[in-house]
């Protein structure tokens, strides 16, 4: 990060690129030819609230966004998603896949001055594991060794996380753990100090990041200030402002972005189609369009009813023609989806079919389950946190086709993202619309964290021990095509028993103002540009 951007870093691949990436491009500007200018704000939209700051607790994109820039782990990624030295300079696995040592970077410093240190880093990781943490993300960690016991009361310490010296830290896991590595770049397993932490640290945090948190004002904005002492060098621009907008509204960002009060915003979906086909923005601004590592999909809650029942959740998927949905109503050059991976992660299965659109099949389904023509079903919700135009039309699709096969459903805005959360957190929405934005680059990041019974983010309430027995096989599994066999037979599993309507894949289609520069967007999209690096050119 920073400005050690323009030297070459040793980089560990945890696979090839060829394999990882089936599609993508990039159109990027600003390089380290350019003369870098110091000075600015940068603003940009947040399309919800974040939750919390502290990275022990961070599950939404929103918290992600701003966290990153004010934190560090030991690794993180490039604009590649290879996996790359952040406050470890470099590292070392040994041949049975058990053993990770990281050497650390001298003089690296915390917001309030301290050096970080291993023990920083045992700290942190342990306090996730913590019972009285009750971190939501804990399940990314229990594959080191004496976690699990940690996490259960039973033991004192995590023997798995040792510290020979202050620059040196050793992590040993019970179990080869493929995306290891690749967890260690993700938000929560950034950096902490111990000292700076109470209950108010989630929204006044204290990391190692290119920048400083300074203020959040509930509702309006966050304000992150250049951290001079960053180890990466300091950051270009004086500040970061992020704008809060509460429901998602696209619409709203964009033309606050026209009117020059943002640098960057996502192509609404009402917008794509004049802007790819009007030159003038193409002269006005600067885009940027790549496909991104994610899934947009409505989750069905299975432990309520009438939802308990496979052939309803069944006769929902094959009743809603997602894929007209996608493109005529979606657009943003988003991909229709027929499962849970993603083009570009491991596992995807470009033959895959899932439900296509057969309202015929969907009535015969309500039949023998014993509701011909819905008959008994009572209206279902439907919960979003979006108001966008796009989110609205597209419930309005789904109502409508439903309808059609006789079921009732009643779309339903939550008033903020953090009311949506809760809401579906506990299991109070019987069906929810939502996205998953990847946090690494691994199937894992998709079929595990939405569908082992154990993960906290599994939404649904989806519960098959064979799944889950496969998913735990398949993050020990080191030879990378058993691992695209074993996930592609989870995706297959799942999508038997219909928990979820895969929708689409969302690119990353962003404007940029003609002055900002430095900007690189990996296949992480938005939340995970370096900042750091982005400058503003002044006439």
């Known amino acids: 990060m920073g400005k050690e951007f323009c030297k070459k870093l040793g980089v560990l691949l945890l696979v090839s690129l060829s394999q990882l990436f089936l599609l993508g491009y990039l159109q990027g500007y600003g390089d380290c030819s350019e003369r870098a200018r110091y000075g600015g704000t940068y603003r940009l939209p947040l399309a919800s609230e974040p939750t919390n700051l502290d990275p022990a607790y961070i599950t939404d994109i929103y918290s992600v966004n701003v966290a990153m820039n004010i934190f560090d782990g030991l690794v993180e990624f490039d604009k590649e998603l290879n996996v790359v030295p952040a406050i470890a300079r470099v590292w070392k696995i040994s041949r049975d896949h058990l053993t990770y040592t990281f050497f650390l970077r001298q003089g690296v410093t915390f917001h309030n001055g301290r050096e970080v240190t291993s023990r920083d880093f045992i700290f942190s990781l342990s306090r996730i594991l913590s019972p009285d943490t009750k971190s939501p993300v804990a399940s990314f960690f229990l594959n080191i060794k004496g976690a699990k016991a940690y996490n259960e009361g039973k033991a004192f310490s995590v023997s798995g996380l040792r510290a020979p010296d202050p620059y040196t830290l050793k992590i040993e896991l019970e179990h080869p753990f493929t995306p290891f590595l690749s967890i260690l770049a993700m938000a929560n397993a950034k950096v902490v100090?111990?000292?700076?932490?109470?209950?108010?640290?989630?929204?006044?945090?204290?990391?190692?990041?290119?920048?400083?948190?300074?203020?959040?004002?509930?509702?309006?904005?966050?304000?992150?200030?250049?951290?001079?002492?960053?180890?990466?060098?300091?950051?270009?621009?004086?500040?970061?402002?992020?704008?809060?907008?509460?429901?998602?509204?696209?619409?709203?960002?964009?033309?606050?972005?026209?009117?020059?009060?943002?640098?960057?915003?996502?192509?609404?979906?009402?917008?794509?189609?004049?802007?790819?086909?009007?030159?003038?923005?193409?002269?006005?601004?600067?885009?940027?369009?790549?496909?991104?590592?994610?899934?947009?999909?409505?989750?069905?809650?299975?432990?309520?009813?009438?939802?308990?029942?496979?052939?309803?959740?069944?006769?929902?998927?094959?009743?809603?023609?997602?894929?007209?949905?996608?493109?005529?109503?979606?657009?943003?050059?988003?991909?229709?989806?027929?499962?849970?991976?993603?083009?570009?992660?491991?596992?995807?299965?470009?033959?895959?079919?899932?439900?296509?659109?057969?309202?015929?099949?969907?009535r015969q389904l309500l039949q023998d389950a014993g509701h011909p023509m819905g008959r008994g079903i009572e209206p279902i919700e439907i919960w979003t946190v979006s108001k966008s135009e796009s989110v609205q039309k597209e419930l309005q699709a789904y109502k409508h086709y439903l309808a059609e096969i006789g079921i009732q459903l009643v779309p339903k805005v939550a008033k903020n993202w953090a009311e949506f959360l809760e809401r579906i957190n506990k299991k109070k929405a019987p069906m929810y619309y939502a996205a998953w934005y990847a946090d690494y680059p691994d199937p894992d990041n998709f079929l595990y964290v939405l569908f082992h019974s154990k993960s906290r983010t599994n939404r649904m309430g989806y519960r098959n021990p064979e799944v889950d027995e496969i998913l735990e096989r398949a993050r020990r599994e080191i030879d990378y095509m058993e691992r695209v066999k074993l996930y592609r037979n989870i995706e297959r599993m799942v999508m038997q028993e219909a928990p979820i309507i895969c929708q689409h894949v969302n690119s990353f289609n962003y404007l940029f103002q003609p002055w900002v520069r430095g900007v690189k967007v990996s296949y992480l999209g938005a939340a995970y540009i370096p900042y750091g690096e982005v400058w503003i050119e002044k006439k």
């Open 193 to 362: 100090p111990v000292e700076a932490l109470g209950p108010s640290f989630g929204r006044h945090p204290v990391g190692t990041g290119a920048y400083r948190f300074d203020s959040w004002e509930p509702g309006r904005r966050i304000l992150l200030k250049a951290n001079e002492s960053y180890f990466g060098g300091r950051p270009f621009v004086d500040s970061l402002h992020f704008r809060i907008y509460q429901n998602i509204e696209w619409e709203k960002i964009f033309q606050d972005f026209e009117h020059g009060l943002l640098d960057q915003a996502i192509i609404p979906s009402n917008k794509y189609s004049t802007i790819m086909a009007d030159p003038s923005y193409g002269e006005r601004f600067t885009l940027i369009s790549k496909p991104t590592l994610n899934l947009v999909y409505v989750g069905m809650n299975v432990s309520v009813r009438p939802l308990k029942d496979v052939r309803i959740r069944k006769a929902i998927s094959y009743g809603i023609d997602t894929e007209s949905i996608v493109r005529n109503i979606t657009k943003r050059g988003s991909i229709p989806a027929k499962g849970v991976l993603p083009p570009g992660v491991a596992g995807f299965n470009p033959k895959f079919k899932g439900y296509g659109y057969d309202p015929e099949k969907a």
